[in-house]
C-alpha cells in the first residue's frame, strides 16, 4: 500500500486514530481552523459520514442484523462510497484532507470481532495510506472516563455488545476500548503511525501536531491566498 | 425458514406434473465442505449436512426454469429446499436496488455492497439451511459477481479475497447460450434490454444492441476463464427445457450419492 504523495496526487491527507475520548477530534479541529486561518485548501472528512450506504447501516446496526463479517463489509461499502466519490476526487483536485478516522479503525475494530486480518485488509487495499497518521494514545482509563462520565447511552455495536463480552454495555464497553487499544498499538509501527501522548494539555499535543504538519507537508502548496 | 418464502417470482408456466416416485427417500451422503478461502468465522464445516447447488447463467439462459424444475423434482423425491440468488438479503436488497436505479455507485462501492448482499443470505439463509440438511438452490453466487467486476477491469486478487467468505458448492451449473440468442429471449420476455445486463455503464457502444452483445460475450469470456479454476460444469442451454432439467438431474443424482 501507498500513500497519496508516493501516488502523485496533488493532494495530501492527514488522519488522526484514537479511540473515543481520546481528543482526537478537538485536535483534528484544531488542526483544520489553524490550516483555514492560512488560507489552505482544507477539507474536513469523518468516518461515517456517506449518505447512501447509511440506511442500510443504521438499519442493520437496529435491528441488530449484523454479523462481524456483514458488519465489516457494510463499513467497508460505505467507506468506498466515500473514497471513490469524496476523497478520490479531492485529492486530485490539490486538497489538503482531514479525516477524522480512516481505515485503521476498521482494522481494529473488525479484527477485535474476530474477522481475519488479511481479509480486512485485503477488502480496503484499493484505498491509498494517509500521508500522515496522528494516533492519539490516551490512558484507557482516561478516555474511558471522558465518554463514560457523561453516562451516555451507549449504542449496542459501539459497546461492542455483540462480543457477549458482558450484560452490562458500561463494562462491555470498557473491555471492547481495552481490546481496540491492543490492535491500535499492534498496528503502529508497521503504519508508522505519529504516536501523540494524549495524556497531555490539549495545547501541548496541538503544538506538537502543527509542527509535524508543517515539517512533513510544504502547506505553501495548499494556499488558496493570493500572494 | 419457510422453503419457498425467498422464491422472487412465481414460475411463469405450471410445470408438467412429478413423476410418481415410491415411498422410500434416498438420505443424501455426507461429503466434507470448505470454503473458498478462510471462510465465516466460528462455522463448523462438519455439521453442514445438506447441499449446496448452483446455477449460473445470463438473464435469459433459463437459470429460473431450471431452478423451479430442480426444486419440483428434489420436492418429489423428499428434499427439503431453499433458495437463494443475488440482492434477495434482508439487510441491503433495498438499498442495492435504489442505488442501482440511479447508477449511483462507483465501482468498488457496488462491487462491496453486492459482497454485503451476499455474505447477509451466506450466514443467514445459505449455512443454516445446510446445517438443517437442506438442498440449497442458489440463483447466480460469487461467480456473477466476480465475472461483472471483472469486465469492469477489478483485480481479480482484490476479488478471490474478497470472496474467500464463500462455500465451496457441491456443484455448479453455468448455462451456456450464446449472446445472440440471448437477446431474442430478452425481447420475448421484456420488450426490452435491462442497462445493466447489457453493460451500458461500460460505455461500450451507445447503441444498446451492440452493447449488450458485446457485453454478454465479455461475460462468457469471463466465464469460461473462470472455469479453469473453478470447475463448473458448462451446459448447453440452447437445447429443451427438459433436456437440460434431465442432465442438471443427473448430475445432481452423483452428488447426493456422493
Known amino acids: 500500500m501507498k500513500t497519496f504523495a508516493e501516488l502523485d496526487f496533488p493532494g495530501r491527507m492527514v488522519a488522526v486514530e484514537g479511540l473515543d475520548g481520546s481528543g482526537k477530534s478537538t485536535q483534528i479541529y484544531l488542526l483544520k481552523r489553524w490550516l483555514e486561518l492560512q488560507g489552505a485548501k482544507v477539507f474536513f472528512s469523518e468516518w461515517n459520514s456517506s449518505t447512501l450506504v447509511k440506511d442500510a447501516t443504521s438499519k442493520g446496526k437496529k435491528r441488530e442484523l449484523l454479523t462481524p463479517t456483514t458488519f465489516s463489509l457494510i463499513h467497508a461499502t460505505d467507506f468506498a462510497d466515500r473514497y471513490e466519490r469524496q476523497l478520490v476526487p479531492l485529492l486530485r483536485a490539490g486538497y489538503l484532507v482531514l479525516c477524522d478516522r480512516y481505515i485503521f479503525t476498521a482494522f481494529a475494530r473488525d479484527t477485535v ?53 458482558s450484560h452490562d454495555p458500561y463494562e462491555s464497553f470498557r473491555i471492547f476500548q481495552g481490546r481496540l487499544l491492543e490492535q491500535y498499538l499492534a498496528m503502529s509501527t508497521e503504519f508508522k503511525f505519529l504516536v501523540i501522548d494524549a495524556n497531555q494539555a490539549v495545547e501541548t499535543q496541538q503544538s506538537l501536531v502543527r509542527q509535524l504538519v508543517a515539517s512533513r507537508i510544504d502547506l505553501s502548496r495548499f494556499s488558496n491566498l493570493k500572494h | 425458514m419457510t422453503t419457498s418464502a425467498r422464491s422472487p417470482k412465481p414460475l411463469r408456466k405450471p410445470s408438467a406434473p412429478a413423476r410418481v416416485v415410491g415411498p422410500r427417500v434416498f438420505v443424501p451422503h ?29 438473464d435469459g439462459s433459463g ?58 443470505q451466506l450466514e443467514n439463509v445459505i449455512l443454516p439451511a445446510l446445517k438443517s440438511g437442506f438442498m440449497v438452490l442458489a440463483d447466480r453466487y460469487i461467480y456473477t ?25 457441491d456443484a455448479v451449473f453455468y448455462l451456456n447460450v450464446a449472446p445472440e440468442e440471448l437477446i ?8 426490452a434490454l435491462d442497462f445493466w445486463e447489457s453493460g451500458m455503464d461500460l460505455g461500450l457502444s451507445r447503441d444498446m444492441f ?19 479454476t473453478y470447475g463448473f460444469t458448462i451446459v448447453d442451454g440452447h437445447r429443451l427445457v427438459d433436456e437440460i432439467s434431465v442432465e442438471l438431474q443427473k448430475k445432481i443424482e452423483t452428488v447426493l450419492e456422493k
Request: hydrophobic share 45%.
Open chain 1, 113 to 165: 470481532r474476530g474477522c481475519l486480518p488479511e481479509w480486512v485488509r485485503g477488502n480496503y487495499s484499493f484505498a491509498a495510506l494517509p500521508d500522515l497518521v496522528f494516533f492519539f494514545n490516551a490512558k484507557l482509563e482516561v478516555s474511558l472516563q471522558r465518554i463514560l462520565d457523561g453516562r451516555p447511552e451507549l449504542k449496542y455495536f459501539e459497546a461492542g455488545m455483540d462480543l457477549n463480552l
Open chain 2, 30 to 58: 455426507r461429503s466434507p465442505k470448505r470454503f473458498y478461502g478462510h471462510g465465516i468465522p466460528g462455522v463448523d464445516l462438519a455439521k453442514l449436512s445438506g447441499k449446496l447447488i448452483v446455477v449460473e447463467g445470463a
Open chain 2, 63 to 120: 437459470r429460473s426454469t431450471q431452478i423451479a424444475k430442480l426444486v419440483q423434482w428434489l420436492e418429489a423425491r423428499g428434499h427439503a429446499t431453499v433458495q437463494v440468488g443475488l440482492k434477495r438479503s434482508t439487510l441491503v436488497a433495498e438499498e442495492l436496488d435504489q442505488a442501482q436505479q440511479g447508477n449511483i455507485l462507483s465501482r468498488i462501492t457496488l462491487s462491496l455492497f453486492y459482497a454485503t448482499d451476499f455474505a447477509d
Open chain 2, 145 to 169: 459477481l466476480m465475472v461483472r467486476d471483472m469486465v469492469r477491469g477489478m483485480d481479480e486478487e482484490w476479488l478471490k479475497n474478497l470472496y474467500g467468505i464463500a462455500l465451496v458448492p
Open chain 2, 184 to 191: 431474442q429471449r430478452n425481447f420475448a420476455k421484456n420488450l
Open chain 2, 210 to 228: 451492440d452493447s449488450f452483445l458485446n457485453y454478454q460475450s465479455l461475460v462468457e469470456q469471463q466465464f469460461k476463464r473462470l472455469q479453469s
